[in-house]
T-cell receptor
Framework: ETGVTQTPRHLVMGMTNKKSLKCEQHLGHNAMYWYKQSAKKPLELMFVYNFKEQTENNSVPSRFSPECPNSSHLFLHLHTLQPEDSALYLC???????????FGNGTRLTVT | DQQVKQNSPSLSVQEGRISILNCDYTNSMFDYFLWYKKYPAEGPTFLISISSIKDKNEDGRFTVFLNKSAKHLSLHIVPSQPGDSAVYFCAAGDRKAAGNKLTFGGGTRVLVKP
């Protein structure tokens, strides 16, 4: 099921690079999320957007900059990352409220 | 401090038998609980959920039990099938809080042996 599509699937970047992760949902949802999964750690919520408005920033460093131009698209702009930022970045969408999150397949990010 | 914990990192079970996955939480504000399944190279897939007003919810081979007094939930899979081999995450949320924020456990890797 590809209701939530993330690109690229894999990304290797240097610490001085600028790159962006893209997420698109085809489910008609009105909330979108970025989660981070580091090795040996639970999924961590990064950002929440409800109706294109950011409603949650879970103390994420400013080198991660989200953008939600509409309810179907979500970006995560990356710049001057650190090697410890290497992780799986997962996008999800849902209806606003307590409906289950639908996840994309993630972007595996490696910072060298 | 982790508010949602899955204390068993892995579980091995024979095909046809029952798989029981456990999850504990500490935040008494959580009133909505979910289980997700994750295959390698894929995102988590929603399996089943339960509201705090219930103590059991069943969907086919999957049943989730909630014990609010113990702040414990479990997922039963019966009968287990080889295709159930995956990592299972429990998650919890507070529906009264703004934004559908879920807190996840660390996951339990299940291996179903043929």
């Amino acid at each position: 099921e590809t209701g939530v599509t993330q690109t690229p699937r894999h990304l290797v970047m240097g610490m001085t690079n600028k790159k962006s992760l893209k997420c698109e949902q085809h489910l008609g949802h009105n909330a979108m999320y970025w989660y981070k999964q580091s090795a040996k750690k639970p999924l961590e919520l990064m950002f929440v957007y409800n109706f294109k408005e950011q409603t949650e920033n879970n103390s994420v460093p400013s080198r991660f900059s989200p953008e939600c131009p509409n309810s179907s698209h979500l970006f995560l702009h990356l710049h001057t990352l650190q090697p410890e930022d290497s992780a799986l970045y997962l996008c999800a969408s849902s209806q606003v409220g307590d409906s289950p999150l639908h996840f994309g397949n993630g972007t595996r990010l490696t910072v060298t | 401090d982790q508010q949602v914990k899955q204390n068993s990192p892995s579980l091995s079970v024979q095909e046809g038998r029952i798989s029981i996955l456990n999850c504990d939480y500490t935040n008494s504000m959580f009133d909505y609980f979910l289980w997700y399944k994750k295959y390698p190279a894929e995102g988590p897939t929603f399996l089943i959920s339960i509201s705090s007003i219930k103590d059991k919810n069943e969907d086919g081979r999957f049943t989730v039990f909630l014990n609010k007094s113990a702040k414990h939930l479990s997922l039963h899979i019966v009968p287990s099938q080889p295709g159930d081999s995956a990592v299972y995450f429990c998650a919890a949320g507070d529906r009264k809080a703004a934004g559908n924020k879920l807190t996840f456990g660390g996951g339990t890797r299940v291996l179903v042996k043929p």
